[in-house]
């Protein structure tokens, strides 16, 4: 929380000299942004007896409408993470909790991976009486979210993993989502500083996409609902578009 509030701070403080400073030049016509952003989440719902902390990076775009603020975009992002909670090999160890292959003892580590991908609407509500851009950031939207987990065999030696029957263990689950972001962003008034920093919800209610598991020797039909909640910063380069529609500012 310390270093949130540092960074809010930090914004805060600096709109307010940057406005002043440049405020002749102004960044208050139409803009389209293009994003990319880091952030990382905790899971809840299904998904947190699956998987733990994860982590995303992303890239996207946007336009912001002039006078009222009104902001509409898509955007991506991969997730990654290494705190894999469900034990889907074990069936393979043995009862010191190992996995054996022709050459010994196997090298074989579980991780989590995904994707997800959105549209979004939201609104800029301006703080700042000389930077309109500077300010709380809103947005909702809908989306697609993909997990799974990632079984990766270092040496390539478990028969059991080799090929399509990876597939019976991975887990891969997706579906739809919807999405919630409330934050600070600031576009400077000279265009060099650009960012935002804010708090993610998502909701996605996926299922199992495989048509069996083979360590539970069952098809999984469960309908889930995963959740992530985090903390998400980035950058933005803006091309803003003047009232002359052939004057392009970036």
Do not use: C
């Not at 406005?19 to 719902?45: D, H, W």
């Not at 090999?89 to 054996?100: D, H, V, Y």
């Not at 309109?132 to 997990?147: C, D, E, N």
């Amino acid at each position: 929380m310390r270093i949130l509030f540092t960074f809010l701070t930090f914004f805060f403080f600096y709109s307010q000299v940057d406005a002043q400073q440049y405020e002749k030049r102004g960044n208050e016509s139409n803009v389209l942004l293009a994003n990319i952003y880091y952030g990382a989440f905790v899971p809840g719902g299904d998904l947190k007896d699956r998987f733990g902390t994860s982590f995303d990076i992303g890239v996207g775009a946007e336009y912001m409408l002039a006078k009222s603020n009104f902001l509409f975009g898509a955007g991506g992002s991969i997730i990654f993470g290494n705190e894999v909670k469900e034990d889907v090999l074990a069936n393979l160890r043995n009862s010191n909790g190992e996995i054996l292959s022709s050459g010994g003892l196997s090298n074989v580590t579980l991780r989590e991976r995904g994707y997800q991908a959105r549209v979004y609407g939201g609104k800029l509500f301006g703080i700042h009486p000389r930077n309109k851009r500077s300010g709380i950031r809103v947005v909702v939207g809908v989306g697609f979210l993909q997990h799974k987990i990632r079984v990766q065999d270092n040496g390539n030696t478990v028969t059991q993993l080799f090929g399509e029957y990876v597939k019976g263990y991975d887990r891969l689950s997706n579906g739809l989502s919807v999405h919630q972001y409330i934050g600070y962003q600031l576009l400077s008034k000279n265009r060099l500083i650009n960012i935002h920093a804010g708090f993610e919800f998502t909701q996605a209610f996926t299922k199992n996409r495989r048509s069996y598991n083979w360590d539970t020797m069952s098809r999984d039909d469960t309908k889930k609902t995963d959740l992530l909640s985090g903390f998400s910063i980035g950058w933005a380069l803006p091309f803003y578009v003047g009232e002359d529609e052939e004057t392009i500012f970036y």
